[in-house]
């Protein structure tokens, strides 16, 4: 019976050809982004609202833009609903990109005198690259538009 061994050149040559492509394939994946923090928002008024983009994301690390500026709509309720509840049960509204957006920590002034929904509740939420929706800003009341 004759053993294997590495004196044969082929055998070697095939083996190390082996270990050197048996890793991932393609190109290789970036790193999952991190959700923005929550914007700053309140009413100005009956139709604008003024937001702060935020500078940072839920880890703390800077953020350097924001891709997207989503309003969220949700139609009155019994209770004030929690900002996560008109996120996930709402409508987006109005949408705002870039490069109509000011850089991080700077502010912007929404103007929704088109939103013509009755009574109900709105968020703002700042979207990042890759449709990585940030945390929603505090519930702000909507007011019905014929009032």
Partial sequence: MRSLSLANPLLAITLC???????????????PR???????????GLRKVRLVLPSA???????????VVRV???????????????????????ERRRPDLPGP?????LDLKS??????????????LGNVAGRPSEVMPWMDPAF
């Fill in 57 to 67: 994301d839920v880890k703390g690390d800077s953020l350097v833009g924001v891709e």
């Fill in 115 to 128: 939103l013509q929904r009755p009574r109900g509740w709105i968020v703002v939420v700042a979207v990042r």
């Fill in 34 to 44: 991190a959700a923005a923090q929550a914007m700053e928002a309140r009413l100005e």
């Fill in 17 to 31: 050809f082996l270990a050197v492509h048996c890793g991932r394939k393609g190109d290789p994946v970036p790193r």
């Fill in 72 to 94: 969220l709509y949700l139609p009155l309720e019994l209770a004030k609903p929690t900002p996560q509840d008109v996120f996930s049960r709402g409508e987006v509204v109005l």
């Fill in 105 to 109: 920590g700077e502010a912007l002034l």
